[in-house]
């Protein structure tokens, strides 16, 4: 177990951070009752997008559920497929990780995740399996400890009596600051097989702007947790800063990063995600059009969105909202100047309750996480529950 170093020295700053709480609004959305306030060496350099194709998406599309795979899960959070189709979901609030059945949507406990202490947005969040899943059935996972939040990987062994099939957790990064608010939490593999994190601000907004601390950030490494050669600066796990609550992660095919982000009061965000470049938090939040920032691709009033997974499909980002209740679509157009492609569209307003996680299923289709049970939801028969849907 080691500490990887974003920059020398900075250990002492991210054991004080961590402790750093604000009354900031919450980075998960609202409760019930309304929005709360205050959610392996060296590696080639990031992927960069390849020209836009021809083929874009229409101007409007639409989504049909196909079916409920599963239903009574408490608390569910990270989303991750295995091959072959079969799905790994985490409980944020219970810290274990159940395999799904992708077809029949029988549940299957691994196990729980030693020394993951929930409270507040904390707990066991984002899950992904690991490029190389084949040969060594290697689980990663980011969650909150009583000091931080850290990622570890485990070995899943099938061969196992279930809910004792999880190894022992190996952290491949510790010192991530926590906060009862805005932890951040999704990883996930990029095509360039390095490993992406998205990091909150704990509510210490500064936390943001300090290219030192992980907090406020995405986060590029290697699967051993190293920072990787073509990040900003070669000593650094940063890749982009000036994040408030980063909780959606996705790459399109031009593999070009994109992720989503919490607002505090006035605008959620959509963000084409560029190495080295500043996205603005605390300075700015929403399109300011201001120099030295980027400005989000798409914005929402924090009532329609709270945006936590998102996913690419059929050429629109898919993006799950919390204290929205809907999901939105986002069609994509593959020029930097040119997104989106034609204003966004929301599904499934309010039927569904809050939308956690979204993950592409293969094709047109895409799975889709609720996330009623997590204390700010009104929780109805069968929640949680994951969803197929057909997009087109």
């Given at each position: 177990m080691r500490t990887p170093a974003l920059r020398k020295g900075v250990v002492a700053l991210l054991a004080s951070a961590s402790l750093l709480l604000s009354a900031c609004s919450s980075g998960d959305g609202p409760?019930?009752?309304?929005?709360?306030?205050?959610?392996?060496?060296?590696?080639?350099?990031?992927?960069?997008?390849?020209?836009?194709?021809?083929?874009?998406?229409?101007?409007?599309?639409?989504?049909?559920?196909?079916?409920?795979?599963?239903?009574?899960?408490?608390?569910?959070?990270?989303?991750?497929?295995?091959?072959?189709?079969?799905?790994?979901?985490?409980?944020?609030?219970?810290?274990?990780?159940?395999?799904?059945?992708?077809?029949?949507?029988?549940?299957?406990?691994?196990?729980?995740?030693?020394?993951?202490?929930?409270?507040?947005?904390?707990?066991?969040?984002?899950l992904a399996v690991a490029p190389t899943y084949g040969a060594d059935h290697l689980v990663y996972a980011y969650f909150t400890t009583e000091s931080d939040n850290r990622i570890v990987r485990l070995q899943y062994d099938e061969k196992k009596p279930a809910g004792q099939q999880l190894g022992a957790p190996d952290t491949i990064l510790r010192g991530i600051p926590k906060g009862a608010v805005h932890n951040g939490g999704r990883i996930a593999f990029g095509p360039d097989r390095m490993l992406y994190a998205g990091t909150g601000e704990t509510g210490d907004t500064?936390?943001?702007?300090?290219?030192?601390?992980?907090?406020?950030?995405?986060?590029?490494?290697?699967?051993?947790?190293?920072?990787?050669?073509?990040?900003?600066?070669?000593?650094?796990?940063?890749?982009?800063?000036?994040?408030?609550?980063?909780?959606?992660l996705a790459w399109d095919g031009r593999k070009q990063l994109w992720a989503a982000e919490f607002g505090q009061n006035t605008w959620d965000e959509l963000n084409r995600i560029?190495?080295?470049?500043?996205?603005?938090?605390?300075?700015?939040?929403?399109?300011?059009?201001?120099?030295?920032?980027?400005?989000p691709v798409a914005q929402w009033k924090t009532s329609e969105a709270s945006p936590s997974g998102i996913a690419y499909v059929q050429g629109s980002i898919w993006m799950a909202g919390l204290g929205g209740e809907r999901l939105w679509r986002i069609p994509l157009s593959g020029k930097a100047d040119g997104e989106p492609l034609a204003a966004p569209q929301a599904f499934l307003e309010g039927k569904y309750g809050r939308l956690r996680t979204?993950?592409?299923?293969?094709?047109?289709?895409?799975?889709?996480?609720?996330?009623?049970?997590?204390?700010?939801?009104?929780?109805?028969?069968?929640?949680?529950?994951?969803?197929?849907?057909?997009?087109?």
């Open positions: 409760a019930a009752g309304g929005r709360a306030s205050s959610s392996a060496g060296a590696a080639s350099a990031p992927p960069a997008s390849a020209s836009p194709s021809a083929d874009l998406p229409p101007a409007k599309g639409s989504v049909e559920v196909v079916k409920t795979l599963t239903e009574g899960l408490a608390s569910p959070w990270g989303l991750a497929a295995l091959p072959g189709g079969d799905l790994l979901v985490s409980s944020r609030d219970e810290a274990t990780i159940t395999r799904i059945d992708g077809e029949s949507g029988k549940k299957t406990l691994l196990g729980s995740v030693p020394g993951v202490a929930p409270e507040g947005e904390g707990g066991l969040l984002g500064g936390l943001a702007q300090d290219t030192s601390s992980p907090a406020g950030k995405i986060l590029r490494m290697t699967p051993d947790g190293e920072p990787v050669h073509g990040n900003p600066e070669a000593d650094s796990l940063v890749y982009s800063y000036g994040h408030r609550n980063v909780q959606g560029e190495p080295g470049r500043n996205y603005g938090w605390p300075d700015v939040e929403g399109r300011k059009g201001e120099s030295g920032f980027v400005d979204v993950l592409a299923a293969g094709g047109d289709m895409l799975w889709l996480v609720t996330s009623n049970t997590d204390g700010r939801g009104s929780p109805t028969s069968g929640d949680d529950r994951i969803l197929l849907l057909k997009v087109r």
